[in-house]
């Protein structure tokens, strides 16, 4: 599944420090920050880096099929692999700023 492809309109020099697997995931995150589905994305993603984030995988049910694969990638990347200490620093160094400014914006529907 963790197939190496481009990922088109991304921050490849940010996103080229994280694992492949995450990568579609962090993108989307990115691009889209105050989305629904975007910020389903980010508590995900911020439950694969640490404990005290919870996600409930139902929530991904309503996602775009795009948005689907790459929260599998990266849950599958989890369960896996796994994110050494490093990473899971260097995952939610990323993230952070993104969830400050989610819970300051207005949500788009």
Same mark, same amino acid.
């Not at 989890?78 to 952070?96: C, M, V």
């Given at each position: 599944?963790? /197939?190496?492809?481009?990922?088109? #309109?991304? %921050?490849?020099?940010?996103?080229?420090?994280?694992?492949?697997?995450?990568?579609?995931?962090?993108?989307?995150?990115?691009? %889209?920050?105050? +989305?629904?589905?975007?910020?389903?994305?980010?508590?995900?993603?911020?439950?694969?880096?640490?404990? +005290?984030?919870?996600? %409930?995988?139902?929530?991904?049910?309503?996602?775009?099929?795009?948005?689907? /694969?790459?929260?599998? /990638?990266?849950?599958?990347?989890?369960?896996?692999? #796994?994110?050494?200490? +490093?990473?899971? #620093?260097?995952?939610?160094?990323?993230? /952070?700023?993104?969830?400050?400014?989610?819970?300051?914006?207005?949500?788009?529907?």
């Amino acid at each position: 599944m963790s /197939e190496h492809r481009p990922i088109y #309109g991304a %921050n490849t020099a940010v996103l080229s420090d994280f694992p492949e697997p995450v990568r579609a995931t962090l993108h989307l995150i990115q691009k %889209n920050p105050s +989305d629904e589905a975007a910020l389903t994305l980010l508590q995900c993603a911020a439950s694969a880096a640490h404990p +005290d984030y919870h996600f %409930n995988l139902a929530m991904l049910s309503a996602l775009p099929i795009e948005y689907k /694969e790459a929260a599998l /990638e990266l849950i599958e990347h989890s369960l896996t692999s #796994g994110f050494t200490a +490093d990473e899971q #620093g260097a995952l939610l160094r990323f993230l /952070e700023p993104i969830m400050a400014s989610a819970l300051r914006a207005p949500r788009a529907r």
